[in-house]
């Protein structure tokens, strides 16, 4: 059994997967409500919370899996990237754990968590594949060749992130924080058609989204307070049209420049359901596994290896990957 912990942002989780990737429990308790009276994640508050939380959470994943820590054989645990004091409270979490049971740790990458999403049961995804990883903090194309390898980068946001992008226009349209379903469901009663937002292309494979947050605030200025709120499904329904677009055709970009035969969609965004909609044919990262879990963290350590004890006692968190 691999007992997986994730801190790197506002979801204090904690899951529990077989060796052969099958989930025993996935247990996630988001912070969102705490933050949302400021408009984002507070990090130190962030930091504060899964110190509390993640106890508890590592309890909760090991009772509804129906398992003690005598069943764990590893830990595994994000390392990074995310908010710094967030990382750290589950890499120390993890890190007593597996001291004091002497058993070895996996220091995994958040964004090799979110890919790994589509290794587990019951329909695991076997390489090769284009993977777009859309979340609050990349938005990323991926050649996914096998399970264990470090994939290589086809394209990456040169701003905002999808789920970035999706955020600020829920902020404009007064959605609160974080908006990406409340954008998703307002934008099933609105017109995709009724405003024409721009997204800009730039060359290569990657993306720009800034420009597009920029046009729904002068749609939104141009309207007087009264008028905001019975345009709001139109607008939100336009604005996720633009974004959905722009991932969706340059990731059949991606995948056509490498001749890959499979896509795969994995982050929050892929819980998108227009996304969904407009890649049929795609692998999705199942809804529950598409924002930050565990579950995932615990799946790809299966692939990266891990550290003998004592050794990881020495391991330290990061911020960014670069
Ligand atoms: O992967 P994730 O949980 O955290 C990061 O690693 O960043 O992604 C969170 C992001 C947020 O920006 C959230 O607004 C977005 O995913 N999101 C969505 C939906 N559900 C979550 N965006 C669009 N449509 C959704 N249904
Ligand atoms: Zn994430």
Known sequence: ?????????????????TQEGAIRSSVVS???????RYGGVVPEVASRRHLELVVPVVRAALAEGEATLDDVELVAVTAGPGLIGALLVGVAAAKALAWSRRLPLAAVD?????VA???????????PFVCLLASGGHTL????????ARPRVLGSTLDDAAGEAFDKGARL?????????????????GDPDAYAFPVARVPGLDFSFSGLKTSLLYAVRELDADEVEPRRADLAASYQRAIVRALVERTREAAASVRAERIAV????????????????????????????????????????????????ALDAYASSA
Do not use: K, W
């Open 1 to 17: 059994m691999i007992l997986g912990i994730e801190t790197s942002c506002d979801e204090t989780a904690a899951a529990v997967i």
């Open 30 to 36: 988001s912070q969102a409500d705490l933050h949302a």
């Open 110 to 114: 958040h964004l090799q968590g979110h």
């Open 117 to 127: 999403s589509l290794y587990l049961e019951p329909d695991p995804l076997e390489p």
């Open 141 to 148: 194309l991926l050649d996914v060749r096998d399970r264990s």
């Open 173 to 189: 349209l007064g959605l609160g924080y974080p908006g990406g379903a409340a954008v998703d469901r307002l934008a099933r009663e």
């Open 266 to 313: 994995v982050g929050g965004v892929a819980a998108n359901s227009e996304l969904r909609a407009a890649l049929p044919d795609a692998a999705l990262a199942p809804l529950p596994l598409c924002t930050d879990n565990a579950a995932m963290i615990a799946s790809a350590a299966r692939f990266t290896g891990a550290i003998s004890y004592p050794r990881y006692l």
